[in-house]
């Protein structure tokens, strides 16, 4: 079984602390999204990264792929209320043939004012 | 926004009743899939399409089937549903290839 793992399951911070997000796992991907998702609602993608050691920015959102394509991170820097929600990395494995991708657990972040 | 919604949004019913959730899209896009979602699981797939009448089994697929008979609409039913079904649903699309985009949801209890 593929499988991603994410830590920390749970977060909880202050307004303006930074924070980093990291899902990992055994298997190679070809590439990884990032999602978040506010209560209620269904899941939104952030960012994909396709390509070893490829660094993403958006704007206080910092995304890396692992150079061997099996992890990535996600931080964020000043965090703010905003930023609270469901993060969850998702990912297709190299030899996927068709087009499904396998989602990590979640990380839960609540920014507190 | 994917165009992708979802009926109903809310449904509670009994156990051993069937129960089909619709997905419907409308911009024409070949893959469209099933997740639940419960608490310390993540995602997981139910069972996905690739095109008119082509399903495929995802890794929790039993007590659910599917139909593609349109590419706008992806009908869920559980034939006769379980406590054990009580999730949210999500409907999702794939543009481009492994980019998911999601639908709001159905919430589902099973008394």
């Known amino acids: 079984t593929q499988l991603l793992e994410q830590s920390p399951q749970f977060l909880s911070i202050q307004e303006g602390e930074n924070l980093t997000v990291y899902c990992n796992s055994s298997?190679?991907?070809?590439?990884l999204q990032w999602y978040r998702q506010e209560p209620g609602e269904g899941p939104v993608l952030l960012v994909t990264v396709v390509t070893g050691g490829e660094v993403k920015k958006l704007k206080r959102l910092t995304f890396q792929f692992g150079d061997a394509r099996k992890d990535s991170s996600l931080h964020i820097t000043a965090a703010q209320p905003g930023d609270t929600g469901l993060y969850l990395c998702a990912g297709a494995p190299v030899k996927t043939s068709y087009d499904k991708v396998i989602f990590g657990p979640g990380t839960s972040l609540s920014v507190i004012p | 926004d994917a165009g992708i919604t979802q009926s109903p949004r809310h449904k509670v019913t009994e156990t051993g009743t069937p129960v089909t959730l619709r997905c419907h899209q409308t911009?024409?896009?070949?893959?469209m899939y099933w997740y639940r979602q419960d608490p310390g699981h993540g995602l997981r797939l139910i069972h996905y399409s690739y095109g008119v009448k082509d399903t495929d089994k995802g890794e929790v697929s039993d007590g659910y089937s599917v139909s593609r008979s349109k590419t706008e609409d992806f009908l869920l039913t559980l034939e006769s549903a379980t406590s054990s079904q009580t999730s949210v649903y999500f409907c999702?699309?794939?543009?481009?290839?492994?980019?998911?985009?999601f639908g709001p949801g159905t919430r589902l209890t099973v008394l």
């Open positions: 999702a699309i794939s543009e481009p290839r492994f980019t998911q985009y």
């Open positions: 911009e024409n896009h070949r893959y």
């Open positions: 298997s190679v991907f070809s590439s």
